[in-house]
Nanobody
Framework: QVQLVESGGGLVQAGGSVRLSCAFS????????MGWFRQAPGKEREFVAA????????DFVDSVKGRFTISRDNAKNTVYLQMNSLKPEDTAVYYC???????????????WGQGTQVTVAS
C-alpha cells in the first residue's frame, strides 16, 4: 500500500521561500511519476508541478514557472517542491501524488498524500 506524507508547510511572508517534502513508502518509488497539486479555499485542486520517474523531465503550471522547482531523490524515496518568491495567491493546501502515468491531470495519479498547508502573508 503506497503512502505519501507531505511536510514542510507553514506560514511565510510574501517573497519568502518554503520547501515541501513528500515521503513515499509501500512500493518502488522509482517506478512512479510524482506530482504536486494545490487547492485554495473555494477553488478546485490544480496542477502545480510534475517530475518523471527518472527526474529527467519536469513540468510546471505557468503561474509558478521560474519560482518553483521540483526534484526527487530516488535513494531517499522523497520528492521535493522548492517554492521561492512566494505570493499570497500561492496560499493553498499542497498535495503530493504518485502515479504510473503522472503528468498534469489528476487522473494520472493513483495515490495522494493528506496535504500540507502553505499560507503566504502579504
Amino acid at each position: 500500500q503506497v503512502q505519501l506524507v507531505e511536510s514542510g508547510g507553514g506560514l511565510v511572508q510574501a517573497g519568502g521561500s518554503v520547501r515541501l517534502s513528500c515521503a513515499f513508502s509501500g512500493s518502488t518509488f522509482s517506478r512512479f511519476g510524482m506530482g504536486w497539486f494545490r487547492q485554495a479555499p473555494g477553488k478546485e485542486r490544480e496542477f502545480v508541478a510534475a517530475i518523471t520517474w527518472s527526474g529527467g523531465n519536469t513540468d510546471f503550471v505557468d503561474s509558478v514557472k521560474g519560482r518553483f522547482t521540483i526534484s526527487r531523490d530516488n535513494a531517499k524515496n522523497t520528492v521535493y517542491l522548492q517554492m521561492n518568491s512566494l505570493k499570497p495567491e500561492d496560499t493553498a493546501v499542497y498535495y503530493c501524488a504518485a502515479g504510473f502515468y503522472g503528468g498534469r491531470t489528476q487522473n494520472g495519479y493513483d495515490f495522494w498524500g493528506q496535504g500540507t498547508q502553505v499560507t503566504v502573508a502579504s
